[in-house]
């Protein structure tokens, strides 16, 4: 049902396909949330819910559902054709015949073929293949929220895709457990907080990208896995630090800056001025200035002349703009 124009929700009765292990709706119009009832499908193992329009959280439930957990004996992609039973079913998808009045599904030949993006490309599987791949894709959605820790519990996962997305808050340290994970996009989200250095512990980890993010602190260490990873898998994530990003991490205390003895003296005597003496001078300087003045008029009577020449200009301005300007706001009043 891939790469149709089917919108809506998805139907609650999908949940009843208990033995559904395929399935692919990716490029559609669905939106809403992604509804709990999809983690009633406890046998599936490839479920790609991608570039479509979903919001809201990713439901904390599927880190209870299979993905990858099945016998190793139980070939249910079969090359050729099986029968368990004598009536006949109804075709469901991806290799399944699940019998009407649900009851036990029927495996039969695969003849068509999925498509998963897987390691950053989208690539096609059919037959024997599909008993050994499980993946989980959530991209190109609108969620929102932090990443559930049950995803942790996908211990037998390959390929886990949360890119493009409004996803926030830290990665989880449960992530470290999911021991069989091949690749994982967490790029193109708002996820913050350090990278859990625990992920070093994916030994079959060979996509990873956590790009276009907010996070910050040390990359992890390049051991492992790690080691075959460069700076544009966690490139725009400004606050990242570590020898492979060329920017260095302030991971010691800042020793405290001591300043000179003479630097010391100089700021107690601007912080801890006498105030009494302050306005003391400030007082003396006017009286000084007024003084000064004072004397100089007294000696010379030509300045002494224009000095009250100003002062009787400064009056007579003074009282005609006030005469001015109430005479002009009585008439305003009166008219």
């Given amino acids: ?26 490029g559609n119009f669905l939106g809403g949330f992604i509804p709990n009832h999809l983690c009633h499908l406890t046998q599936i193992s490839l479920m790609d819910l991608s ?6 959280p990713i439901p904390k439930c599927f880190g209870f559902t299979q993905f990858g957990e099945i016998n190793k004996d139980e070939n249910v992609f079969e090359e050729s054709s099986s029968s368990r039973y004598g ?19 029927l495996v039969f030949e695969e003849t068509g073929e999925v498509e998963f993006v897987t390691k950053n490309r989208l690539d096609s599987y ?15 959605n609108n969620l929102t929220g932090e990443i559930p820790n049950e995803l942790g519990m996908l211990s037998s996962i390959h390929i886990l895709n949360l890119s493009h997305n409004q996803l926030k808050g830290p990665i989880p340290k449960s992530f ?41 602190g040390r990359v992890p260490d390049t051991k492992a896995q790690f080691g075959t990873f460069d700076e544009i ?45 302050f306005f003391a001078s400030f007082i003396t300087s006017y009286i000084m200035i007024l003084l000064g003045f004072a ?33 002009k706001l009585l008439a305003y009043l009166y008219n």
């Avoid at 149709?4 to 692919?24: K, T």
């Avoid at 250095?197 to 079959?204: A, D, G, S, T």
């Avoid at 400004?238 to 003296?265: M, Q, V, W």
């Fill in 1 to 26: 049902m891939r790469g149709n124009r089917l919108f809506g929700n998805v139907p609650n009765s999908i949940s009843r396909l208990l033995e559904l292990r395929i399935l692919l709706l990716r």
């Fill in 51 to 56: 570039n479509n329009s979903f919001s809201g």
């Fill in 87 to 105: 009536w006949s079913f109804t075709d469901i998808y991806a290799g399944h015949m699940v019998k009407a009045w649900e009851y036990e599904a």
């Fill in 126 to 140: 059919r037959g024997e293949i599909l008993n050994i791949m499980s993946g989980l894709d959530l991209s190109c």
């Fill in 176 to 216: 470290s457990n999911l021991s069989q994970i091949e690749s994982l996009d967490l790029s193109y989200n708002k996820l913050s907080g350090e990278i859990p250095p625990e992920l070093v512990e994916l030994n079959f980890l060979a996509v990873f990208s956590v790009a276009h993010n907010n996070l910050s």
């Fill in 233 to 277: 898998n966690y490139e725009d994530n400004p606050f990242l630090c570590g020898p492979l990003l060329k920017r260095k991490c302030n991971t010691g205390i800042e020793p405290s800056y001591s300043p000179p003895e003479s630097s010391r003296e100089s700021e107690a005597k601007w912080y801890d001025i006498d105030h009494v003496v």
């Fill in 295 to 327: 004397t100089i008029l007294y000696i010379n009577p030509y300045w002494r002349q224009r000095w009250l020449y100003f002062i009787e200009e400064c009056i007579y301005s003074c009282y005609y703009f006030v005469l001015d300007t109430r005479s």
